[in-house]
């Protein structure tokens, strides 16, 4: 999103994270900026009875964490490394410079950002009150388009696990499988040595 020259200009370091790795908790107060060099980073939450809850997943490219950075609020989830990862990260008075003094970052950013309320928007409403089937295949047809960006007509080869797919529609693994199977039987979707094509 942001450039690696612009963030190294602000004075940008690396923080290298192991697989499982927690970067900040709940609670905490942000301070910096993050945006994913390698690998991939999950926003987490867990229930009372420890079920977790997946915000968001980032790979390379992508920031996470800066609304609670913006509004000078405490972070609403834990930001954990799904796989060994580095990420850059810029203290949060030298982003703020950045963005006053680089208009056009903030743009990019402010679009960004209006992109996953919207994402939080649709997936609340289909969370909510709709089917597994049909929860689990707006989340697919989601990161198809909104996310990688890839046109209908094309197939889409399903990145995320079975797991990862049932916690950010709040669903047990076992219900996804269900419906994946079931998805399957009414070629909405095919799958191709394990892995879900849409």
């Known amino acids: 999103m942001i450039s690696d020259d612009l963030l190294k200009k602000y004075g940008a370091e690396k923080v290298h994270l192991v697989k499982r790795e927690v970067l900040f908790g709940v609670d905490t107060l942000p301070r910096y900026y993050f945006q994913v060099i390698s690998g991939k980073i999950k926003m987490n939450n867990f229930n009372e009875d420890g079920k977790e809850f997946i915000q968001g997943i980032f790979s390379e490219g992508l920031s996470f964490g800066e609304p609670p950075l913006l509004a000078e609020l405490a972070y ?36 960004v950002l209006a992109r996953r309320l919207h994402y939080k928007a649709t997936m609340v409403a289909e969370i909510s009150s709709e089917s597994p089937e049909h929860r689990l295949l707006k989340l697919i047809d989601y990161f198809k388009t909104h996310i990688h960006k890839i046109p209908d007509e094309e197939p889409y080869l399903v990145e995320l696990s079975r797991q990862q797919m049932a916690d950010l529609i709040g669903l047990r ?9 079931s998805l399957e039987k009414k070629n909405i979707l095919q799958l191709q040595s394990h892995k879900i094509v849409r």
């Open 173 to 181: 693994v076992e219900t996804v499988i269900r419906a994946i199977k």
């Open 76 to 111: 609403p989830a834990y930001a954990e490394a799904v796989a060994n990862s580095i990420v850059w990260k810029l203290e949060k008075s030298k982003f703020l410079a950045l963005l006053k003094e680089n208009p056009e970052t903030h743009l990019v950013l402010t679009k």
